[in-house]
Structures are given as structure tokens and as C-alpha cells.
């Protein structure tokens, strides 16, 4: 599987052997320990400590929730792939939820600047709390929720576009 996250792709592999999985990321193999708990849920063990790890896709996105953090990677599509070494439009960031859930807290407002990692808005997940954050330098131009929204993952929550000069 190809992925994209924060305008880097990432050719992802894995194979499972017992109760752990060695994933290939780019070329590199990487072995963890991992207990499949449901269908969207796992228990993974990292430097002797176990921790959830909550996983959800749809056919453009792989949602990943763990320890507290969330991040979206989108899927590269064949018909997507650009060999000319451009990395596609670094001009906006949709952040959209890792899975279904509700608002908690809207961290910016409209006209807002924020930095690459800043953190824009918490939402709460399988009973779980994750604050998405700015993959980009910019300007919030938009955002679409207020706190108690339900949202779906497809959703676009908020907006960040980089400024122009």
C-alpha cells in the first residue's frame, strides 16, 4: 500500500508471524507485538509497555489513533502517482476526524494563523480524545463545527490554507 502523510509518501508492506507484524516502510523493516483486540482496535507493544491502537479506513484515507494522537494518511491511487518528483498541492490542509465521533473543543477561528503542528481541534472517538493538528504553515479560512457536532470521517472540519504573497 502507498500512503501519503504531510506531502511525504511512504510505500507500506507487512506480513504477520504469531502475534507480531513486520512492516517493510520504505525499506525498512520494523517487527511489533501486536493482539488484534476487535475489528478497529489493538493492543500494541511498544519498549515493553502495551498501548491501544485504534485503526479505521475508507477507500481515500487510513486513520490512525494512538496514545493520544490521530493522524490521517491518504491513500495513493495509481491514477494519482506523480513521477516528476512533485509532491502535489502544498497549498491546503482539509483536516477531516480519524473516524466518527463528536467535537470537543475548536482550538482556532476563522483568520487565525497557525504553524505546521499546531493543534486546531479535539475530537472524541471510541471514547477516546485526539486533537488533530495543522500539517501546514497558514491561515484557518475555514472552519465547519462547533463544539457537541457529531461528524462523520469523511467530514471536513477545518481548513488551512497557506498565504499568498
Given at each position: 500500500?502507498?500512503?501519503?502523510?504531510?506531502?511525504?509518501?511512504?510505500?507500506?508492506d507487512?506480513?504477520?508471524?504469531?502475534?507480531?507484524?513486520?512492516?517493510?516502510?520504505?525499506?525498512?523493516?520494523?517487527?511489533?507485538?501486536?493482539?488484534?483486540?476487535?475489528?478497529?482496535?489493538?493492543?500494541?507493544k511498544?519498549?515493553?509497555?502495551?498501548?491501544?491502537?485504534?485503526?479505521?479506513?475508507?477507500?481515500?484515507?487510513l486513520?490512525?489513533?494512538?496514545?493520544?494522537?490521530?493522524l490521517?494518511?491518504?491513500?495513493?491511487?495509481?491514477?494519482?502517482?506523480?513521477?516528476?518528483?512533485?509532491?502535489?498541492?502544498?497549498?491546503?490542509?482539509?483536516?477531516?476526524?480519524?473516524?466518527?465521533?463528536?467535537?470537543?473543543?475548536?482550538?482556532?477561528?476563522?483568520?487565525?494563523?497557525?504553524?505546521?503542528?499546531?493543534?486546531?481541534?479535539?475530537?472524541?472517538?471510541?471514547k477516546?480524545?485526539?486533537?488533530?493538528?495543522?500539517?501546514?504553515?497558514?491561515?484557518?479560512?475555514?472552519?465547519?463545527?462547533?463544539e457537541g457536532?457529531?461528524?462523520?470521517?469523511?467530514?471536513?472540519?477545518?481548513?488551512?490554507?497557506?498565504?499568498?504573497?
Amino acid at each position: 500500500m502507498e500512503i501519503k502523510f504531510k506531502n511525504d509518501v511512504y510505500q507500506i508492506d507487512y506480513e504477520k508471524n504469531d502475534s507480531e507484524y513486520t512492516f517493510n516502510i520504505n525499506g525498512e523493516k520494523l517487527t511489533i507485538p501486536i493482539y488484534i483486540v476487535n475489528d478497529n482496535c489493538f493492543s500494541v507493544k511498544i519498549n515493553g509497555k502495551s498501548k491501544s491502537l485504534y485503526a479505521a479506513e475508507d477507500e481515500n484515507h487510513l486513520f490512525i489513533s494512538f496514545d493520544g494522537d490521530s493522524l490521517t494518511f491518504d491513500k495513493v491511487k495509481e491514477e494519482e502517482k506523480d513521477f516528476s518528483g512533485a509532491s502535489g498541492s502544498e497549498d491546503k490542509d482539509e483536516i477531516r476526524p480519524p473516524m466518527p465521533g463528536s467535537i470537543v473543543k475548536v482550538l482556532v477561528e476563522e483568520g487565525q494563523q497557525v504553524a505546521e503542528g499546531d493543534g486546531v481541534i479535539i475530537v472524541e472517538a471510541m471514547k477516546m480524545e485526539s486533537t488533530l493538528y495543522s500539517a501546514i504553515d497558514g491561515v484557518i479560512t475555514s472552519v465547519n463545527v462547533k463544539e457537541g457536532q457529531q461528524v462523520d470521517s469523511d467530514d471536513v472540519l477545518v481548513i488551512v490554507e497557506k498565504e499568498q504573497v
